[in-house]
Nanobody, 117 residues
Framework: QVQLVESGGGLVQAGGSLRLSCAASGSISSINAMGWYRQAPGKQRELVAVMTSGSITSYADSVKGRFTISRDNAKKTMYLQMNSLKPEDTAVYYC???????????WGQGTQVTVSS
């Protein structure tokens, strides 16, 4: 089992920055992928950024150049640095962990990010 706890969400003005954190606990495999998803009201959950245990990253086009995903494996923590925030970034942001060998997904409870114009 893996538990994920997000933090760092909040209210920020357009153009501002926030850093989200996701602390993982439990049985963390050495081969995995961790990422951030978001879901705005009335919309489907979408991938924001993902980083594999091999440090390969991928970003949604809408956040490229503004968001940066990183991991501290020693602390079992993942981060999402969000700069130049826009009102359309407003959503609940979820931490995601994928255990490759077991093909199992784990999700955090989500943290709200609200960007005012």
């Amino acid at each position: 089992q893996v538990q994920l706890v997000e933090s760092g969400g909040g209210l920020v003005q357009a153009g501002g920055s926030l850093r989200l954190s996701c602390a993982a606990s439990g049985s963390i495999s050495s081969i995995n992928a961790m990422g951030w998803y978001r879901q705005a009201p009335g919309k489907q959950r979408e991938l924001v950024a993902v980083m594999t245990s091999g440090s390969i990253t991928s970003y949604a086009d809408s956040v490229k150049g503004r968001f940066t995903i990183s991991r501290d494996n020693a602390k079992k923590t993942m981060y999402l640095q969000m700069n130049s925030l826009k009102p359309e970034d407003t959503a609940v942001y979820y931490c995601h962990y994928y255990w490759v060998a077991g093909r199992v997904d784990y999700w955090g409870q989500g943290t709200q990010v609200t960007v005012s114009s």
